[in-house]
């Protein structure tokens, strides 16, 4: 197997140039569409269900998130290693990144969706009643 792992989930990076891999649950490999490279198998908190990883090349980071128990985590790619958590945040769904690849915008079951800050892991804001956002390729976002 290419990958060493049997992957489940597929998510573009934020610049298109590497693609993200997951296991059902935990691994994940990354892999570089330019220079046709494999990252060592980097084990993260993400679990099954929604879309709940997401690749920053800007931040060579994977964001990882948990319905339950482990919450959000960004983990360095070259390391393998968590950078930073956030276990009062639960109940993810779903995580999209902004387009600059700094930010994450995370879509929580009956909750305000949260803007994360990747380089802190700090929340820099809350949207009540919304499930999801995307920036706009055309347009600066000023979230």
Not at 27 to 39: A, G, N, P, Q
Request: aromatic content about 8%.
């Amino acid at each position: 197997m290419l990958l060493g792992i049997e992957p489940r989930c597929v998510v573009s990076s934020s610049s298109g140039q590497r693609v993200l891999f997951g296991a059902f649950e935990h691994e994940t490999v990354v892999y570089d569409l330019l220079h046709h490279i494999r990252s060592e198998t980097v084990h993260t908190t993400f679990d099954f269900g929604g879309k709940r990883i997401a690749l920053s090349d800007e931040l060579d980071g994977i964001l990882a998130a948990a319905y339950r128990r482990f919450g959000l985590a960004l983990y360095s790619v070259n390391e393998g290693i968590e950078v930073w958590r956030r276990k009062d945040i639960k109940n993810i769904q779903h995580v999209v990144l902004s387009n600059d690849g700094i930010r994450a915008y995370c879509g929580i079951q009956d909750s305000a969706l949260a803007i994360i800050d990747l380089q802190t892991g700090e929340t820099i804001r809350k949207i009540k009643a919304a499930r999801s956002l995307h920036d706009s390729p055309y347009e600066k976002s000023n979230s």
